[in-house]
Every structure is written in C-alpha cells, then in structure tokens.
C-alpha cells in the first residue's frame, strides 16, 4: 500500500472503534433453513428467503433447462442483444400476478431504485421519504438531485404536514417501502396514497419484503391494501421470497416505455441470465396455484413472535416475517449474534447506518421450511444468552 492510500488503514481503525466493523461469514452450501457455517449446522434465521423457494427442486429444474436451452450468459444489455424472451415472459407473468398493467425486469432491487427515482422527479422535483426507507431508495433520491423531504416512519399525519410545510413544486413523489426491512412493520399505503390523491403527488412503493408474503398468494401489500393499479409504480424483487435474483417494477404502459427509454440502471447493464429468469417464473408459477408456502411461513412467525413476547423481549410490533429484537448497543448486540452462533444460531446483528443510531438490534427472520424443532432450538438459546446478558 502506498503513502497515498495511508488512510485506508486510519479510516478502518475508526470502523473497529465505533464498534461498526462487517465481515462475512461463509455459507457452505444451499440456502436453507439449516446451513452450515465452519463445517457446523445452524438454524438460519436471518435470511429473506421467506418461502425457502431458493433450493426449492422446481426452480432447480426450470434453471436447468433454461440453462441446457439457452445458455448461462445474459449476453448483452436488453436493448441491445440481450432481450431473451425468458424476459418477456417473466414481466407478462409479473404483471398478471401483481394485477398491474405493465412489469420492467431489473438486474437487482437496489438498481431498480437508483433507476426510476431520477426518472420520475427529474432534477426540480420533489420528493417525501419515508425515514426508514432502504439505501438503495435514500440512493435514487440523491442521484435524482431533486429536493427531499424526510417524513417520519409510517405517519401519513407527518407526510401530509411535509408536503404542506414544502410548498410549490414542479413533479412530487412519495415514496415508501411497504414491509420495512428491518422493522418488519408495514406502512399504511392506502393512507399515505390520499395524501398523494389529495396534493397531487406521484406514489411508489417498494415491496421486497412483502412479494410472496402479502396479500393473496403472496401478491403483495400493495395488493392487500386495494391499491393494485392505482399506484405510479410498484417496485419489488426476485431475490428475496422468490428464491431467484433480479428486480422488478410495475406500473403504466407509459411509465414502463418511459423507464426504457430513461432509467440508466436499466439501459446501461447486461440482462439477467436465462437461469435467473427461468427460476423467477417459476416461483410465480408456484405461487399462484400453491399457497401453502406461505401458510407455514406465517404460522411459524406468529408461534416466533408469541413466544418472543412472552420470554419478555422488546421485539416491537411485529407484522411480518422480519422480527427485530432491539438491543440498542452495538457491541452488545454482536455479542448477542457471536453467543448465539456457538449455540448454532445464525442471527444478524444490525447497527448503524443501516438502522438509526442507538438502535441495533437482532433482525430475526421466519421460513415457511423451519421445524418446530428448529424455533425451539433458537427459543432456547435466545432465551439463555438474553438472560445472561441482562437483555431480559
Ligand atoms: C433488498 C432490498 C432492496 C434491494 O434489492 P436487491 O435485489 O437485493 O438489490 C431494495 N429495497 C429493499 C426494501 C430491500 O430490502
């Protein structure tokens, strides 16, 4: 390293010091509700793979095929070569499913973000976030430059008293997630959408942790909450309940020509492999004639939760699959992960800046595929290294 990248060692001394340092920990592999971790099985409860439909054996043979017919590359950017009819088909299926009119393909959720943020506000706009919103959202806002509101989390009273407070402005746009994704807790979308109705304002929500868990057979909240079709855009993704890769945005056949024609993330990248694609269809094609899935995954969440509440931790309102179990410290919280990890439970800690500071916490996940067995295991060793801890 040379004297001109000194600062790299200086600037990662100051991470360990706040306590803030990130490492991996390797998976050996498939992802499931046990994986295994140094040659050790865990219980998993951190992942987003809701449905266990990541090794699921349809989205393994739908992948093989695609691969045996079409190849492994995406090839190029869609506009270019690369628009296999794997793509086609996947957005005709997307749109059928969320019952919006058009659906876009996305390399990934974060780049579906940064891509139609900018697009919709142009660099005069406005735009009202929620608080907790994802960092690929706070993303799209910056890149788009427009001028933004924070609004306080899930509070239309709040968000209404923003876009007074903000005046005249030119395009607006509300934007919020719909399951958030480190509180589990879901925002009141057809609230907030009067007060887009009301002040003119454009709406867009971001439903990665609500596709395949929400609304009927996993349509999502937007779906759950009547508000399919009316919305400016529906954004979600692949990779999480979906068991593929990839991300996806919903809305008018106008707006969908407009992000072609527009969203830099979209037109500037390689499309997504037949494979992806492939699995992707396939775990619509699941969920729309089997929601059993999903049925478990909520049972096990509401036995979790239940039992959370009654051993006496501060887990919040839980209404999805994601339970966060606030800490507060950070060291504290990683010394909760670390103990529970020799116990054979896989659970995240979560500090700053990816929730607000003073807010760590341990962001626990259901699966429709964990035992009972499994929950009991991790109830067991939550319970003792809570104690231990002094958390309960
Ligand atoms: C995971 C996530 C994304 C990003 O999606 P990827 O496909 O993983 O890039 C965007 N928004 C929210 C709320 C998310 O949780």
């Known amino acids: 390293m040379s004297w001109a990248e000194s600062w790299i060692v200086k600037e990662l001394a100051e991470i360990k010091d706040a306590g803030l340092w990130r490492s991996f920990r390797s998976v050996q592999g498939a992802q499931e509700a046990r994986v295994k971790i140094n040659g050790r099985e865990v219980v998993n409860l951190c992942s987003n793979n809701y449905l266990g439909l990541a090794n699921h054996p349809r989205l393994h043979e739908a992948a093989q095929k695609a691969v045996k017919k079409f190849g492994c590359g995406g090839g190029a950017s869609r506009l270019i070569c690369g628009n296999n009819v794997l793509n086609d088909e996947l957005e005709e299926r997307l749109a059928r499913f969320k019952r919006e009119e058009r659906a876009l393909v996305f390399s990934t959720g974060y780049q579906a973000n940064m891509g139609i943020i900018p697009v919709l506000t142009g660099r005069d706009g406005i735009i ?13 806002v910056r890149l788009s430059r427009s001028k933004a ?3 306080p989390h899930c509070d239309p009273a709040g968000l209404r008293k923003e876009v007074e407070e903000a005046g005249g402005y030119d395009r607006g746009l ?39 868990v929400l609304g009927e057979n996993g349509r999502g909240a937007v779906n759950e ?7 400016t855009a529906v954004m979600g993704t692949l990779g999480k309940a979906l068991g593929s890769f990839g991300a996806y945005i919903c809305g008018s056949n106008e707006l969908i020509d407009l992000l072609i024609n527009r969203s830099r993330t979209f037109i500037f990248t390689t499309s997504l492999p037949p494979a992806v694609l492939a699995t992707a269809i396939e775990a619509i094609k699941l969920l729309e004639t089997n929601d059993t899935l999903r049925r478990l995954l909520w049972a096990n969440t509401k036995y979790f939760s239940k039992e959370l509440v009654q051993l006496g931790f501060d887990v919040r309102v839980s209404e999805s699959p994601i339970i966060p179990l606030m800490i507060g410290e950070n060291d504290l919280t990683m010394e909760f992960c670390r103990r529970l990890l020799e116990r054979d439970i896989l659970i995240q800690g979560i500090r700053p800046p990816t929730v607000p500071k003073g807010s760590a916490r341990l962001r626990i996940t259901l699966m429709a595929t964990h035992s009972r067995e499994d929950l009991e295991k991790a109830l067991e060793a939550l319970k003792d290294i809570g104690r231990e801890l002094h958390i309960i």
């Open 149 to 151: 509101r924070i609004y």
């Open 128 to 140: 009202f976030s929620d608080r907790l919103n994802h960092a690929s959202i706070i993303d799209g």
């Open 225 to 231: 909450q009547g508000l399919a079709g009316e919305l």
């Open 174 to 212: 509300i934007v919020t997630e719909s399951v958030f994704s480190m509180d589990g807790d879901i925002a009141p979308l057809a609230e907030i959408a009067q007060v887009a109705e009301e002040k003119g304002l454009m709406m867009m929500v971001d439903e990665a942790h609500a596709t395949g």
